[in-house]
């Protein structure tokens, strides 16, 4: 049976990764192949890296990492972030990574989306929403949610699909932090509309979250950052639980 | 401590006879053959990538790549007169993803014919849920020596939107939809749907028996 996938997210900066990652085990914690390796042998099904890396001079050190990171990893990853060209994709590609994701730049140019697909293939092109309910509507944001646009979230993720999007990562703003859930009614309302796979983000904060998003919002991935880096919620222990509530998971 | 990537530490096999041999990925610019590369150096290999004949037909095994859209794919192989070259190759022969439905008579992928070593159907999966089949699943009803040492049910990683039916030829199922092929085998050829090179500690255990084939 086709599983659910859990996967870490990864913040790198300058080539490293960040954000109160803290294994005391970690030689460097900073160091991606380590934690990259260290989740994949915890179980991991994925992994996803966004760089943060706020200046264009030091794009070069994500490319790097991500062919450190390819040599060693068997497990598939995702790189995400300052990505707005097929020549931007290519070289991450090359360098090894499974796929990318693509954000803002995908909402200021959508035709970004189709060129990838027929380029490189739907299969490695992830496109990455992150959007707001207020007034009673979705509205998408860009620029990692400080700039609002207009655009519905249901229209948005409808065109992303069918310009050749592989793959839907949705971040909840509303949720984002809260480790109070998931957005499970519109994911659920999301998955149901579309047919590429959906990733849950933005909310996890126990166990029961994970099952809820698998259950009650019908995604097909669950994706999340502190619970794991601070061992909150360890794979191993995730999994099993999920696998006693009959949610497939990869063992 | 460090961690170090499930496999490596593992490995048990007889790494000289592996080490010794000419492992060539076949490179026609359909998709990332990076990770497959990167999965036999971690087996302590360095493969050679090439489109070039003498080179193929020298190595004592053949890995055939392939992601993106089998039109493509199809029209690149015939560009270098790879599409001649493969099903004449003597030597294990390993096609993987795209490089299996490739293996096969034809697709319905763009209605694409393919190079005929399986005498197999490429089809469509029906919209009944989500496509492309992405994730881990489960391989089922094992066969042969690609699978020695894996157990039923262990999951691999797969990306895919067309598949091809079970046939006499399958030596691996999955079940996504329907119950298709997740490998093939004829003869010196072999096919993976999945990938092994992403598929954790079951993809070395595979790449490992195809190498010690």
């Known amino acids: ?251 | 401590m460090i961690y170090l990537i499930p496999g490596i530490r593992d490995s048990h096999l007889s790494l000289n006879k592996m080490k010794d041999q000419k492992i060539v990925i076949i490179d026609y610019d359909a998709g990332n053959i990076q990770s497959v590369k990167y999965a036999f150096e971690r087996l302590g290999i360095t493969p050679v990538v090439s489109n070039d004949e003498e080179v193929i037909r020298s190595a004592d095994k053949v890995i055939f790549p392939g992601v993106g859209e089998a039109a493509w794919a199809m029209n690149s192989l015939r560009k270098n007169g790879l599409d001649q070259l493969i099903p004449q190759l003597t030597q294990p022969v390993l096609g993987i993803c795209l490089g299996m439905q490739l293996m096969c008579e034809s697709s319905e992928e763009s209605n694409t014919k393919g190079l005929g070593i399986f005498p197999l159907q490429v089809k469509r999966f029906t919209n009944e849920r989500k496509v492309p089949h992405m994730g881990w699943n489960q391989l089922e009803e094992l066969k042969g020596s690609l699978f020695k040492g894996v157990s039923e049910m262990e999951f691999a990683y797969f990306v895919h939107s067309y598949y091809v039916p079970c046939s006499e030829e399958t030596v691996a199922s999955c079940d996504y939809i329907l119950n298709f092929s997740a490998s093939l085998q004829k003869d010196n050829f072999y096919a993976c749907q999945f990938h092994p090179e992403k598929s954790g500690e079951v993809g070395v255990r595979i790449l490992e028996n195809f190498i010690n084939l």
Not at chain 1, 93 to 103: C, R, T
Not at chain 1, 193 to 204: H, L, R
Not at chain 1, 227 to 234: A, L, P, S, T, Y
């Open chain 1, 1 to 251: 049976m086709l599983s659910k996938r859990i996967i870490p997210c990864l913040d790198v900066k300058d080539g490293r990764t960040v954000k109160g990652v803290n294994f005391v085990d970690l030689r460097d914690a900073g160091d991606a192949v380590e934690l990259a390796a260290y989740y994949a042998e915890q179980g991991a099904d994925e992994l996803v890296f966004l760089d943060i890396t706020a200046t264009h001079e030091k794009r070069k050190t994500l490319v790097d990492l991500v062919q450190k990171v390819a040599k060693e990893l068997n497990i598939p990853f995702t790189v995400g972030g300052g990505i707005s060209t097929p020549e931007d994709v290519g070289v991450l590609l090359n360098a090894g990574a499974d796929k990318v994701s693509i954000n803002s730049s995908a909402v200021r140019n959508p035709k970004l989306i189709s060129d990838l697909a027929s380029r490189f293939g739907s299969q490695c092109v992830v496109v990455a929403v992150d959007a707001r309910f207020a007034d009673g509507k979705w509205e998408v944001y860009l620029n990692g949610g400080r700039l609002a646009t207009g655009i519905d979230l249901f229209d948005w993720i409808l065109e992303a699909e069918r310009l050749g999007a592989g793959e839907i990562l949705f971040t909840s703003m509303n949720h984002d932090g809260t480790k109070n859930g998931f957005a499970n009614e519109t994911l659920a309302k999301l998955s149901e509309m579309i047919n590429i796979p959906i990733i849950a983000s933005g909310g996890a904060g126990n166990m029961e979250h994970f099952a809820d998003t698998f259950t009650e919002g019908k995604a097909d991935a669950a994706l999340a950052a502190s619970v794991f880096h601070f061992k909150e919620i360890e794979i191993p222990n995730l999994k099993n639980y999920l696998k006693s509530k009959n949610i497939p998971v990869r063992i």
